[in-house]
């Protein structure tokens, strides 16, 4: 507005003609004009916010790859719409599965392949919703080399708006150390419990603190 009143005061300056030009274009010039001006001013403010925002989230995702591609976990995200794929798969899925992100991307089935079948059910129960959301779920993998391993999965399903499954986010860990290591615990338990029942000779356990047979 002030750089179009200060336009219209240089032009009223004119010797002649310079008043009567004011008033043919002062209505057009202080209507239009810094109205322009402010629209254009708009649009550009919002190409810049919407440039930055772009940015920032390049930004972030750079920053959560580098993080994903360095974790031993594995991280994985599936898709169900438009097509089965898998859209992400972190490079420890080689050192876990044996198998490489690019067979992944490759084959969609590969994900049900690997898991054991006797834990298909499982699997199966978790895209349909009826375990736990959140909840850690053992799986068992059978790596390319034939070995099985124990997998500790921490999923998060992503539904639209109208609740259809259109994705599953996770991120596996390999608990076979843990898992071999509590059936090991479990199976000398078991066996130091039936000799103790099937010795001939008493046998008890006896608490001296409390003065209790445990």
């Not at 009567?20 to 254009?40: C, G």
């Not at 994903?68 to 898998?86: C, G, I, K, M, W």
């Not at 053992?138 to 921490?154: A, C, F, N, P, Y």
């Amino acid at each position: 507005l002030v750089v179009h009143v200060v336009m219209l005061t240089l032009i009223a300056t004119i010797p002649g003609s310079g008043p009567a030009l004011v008033r043919e274009i002062a209505v057009p010039v202080m209507a239009l004009y810094p109205l322009a001006t402010v629209v254009l001013g708009l649009l550009l403010t919002q190409r810049l916010q919407r440039q930055r925002t772009v940015l920032k989230l390049h930004e972030s995702e750079a920053r959560y790859r580098l993080l994903a591609e360095q974790a031993q976990d594995l991280v994985y995200r599936y898709e169900f719409e438009p097509v089965p794929r898998f859209t992400y798969v972190s490079p420890s899925a080689t050192a876990l599965t044996g198998y490489t992100p690019e067979e992944h991307y490759a084959d969609p089935q590969l994900g049900r392949t690997i898991v054991h079948p006797e834990d298909l059910p499982l699997l199966d129960a978790l895209i349909d919703g009826r375990t736990t959301h959140g909840a850690p779920l053992l799986l068992r993998w059978r790596r390319r080399d034939g070995q099985v391993i124990w997998t500790e999965q921490r999923t998060r399903l992503v539904r639209s708006r109208d609740g259809r499954l259109v994705a599953v986010e996770g991120v596996a860990r390999d608990v076979t150390a843990r898992e071999e290591a509590a059936a090991l615990l479990s199976r000398r338990e078991r066996e130091y419990r039936e000799l103790f029942d099937a010795n001939p000779h008493p046998m008890w356990v006896y608490d001296v603190a409390s003065v209790r047979f445990l």
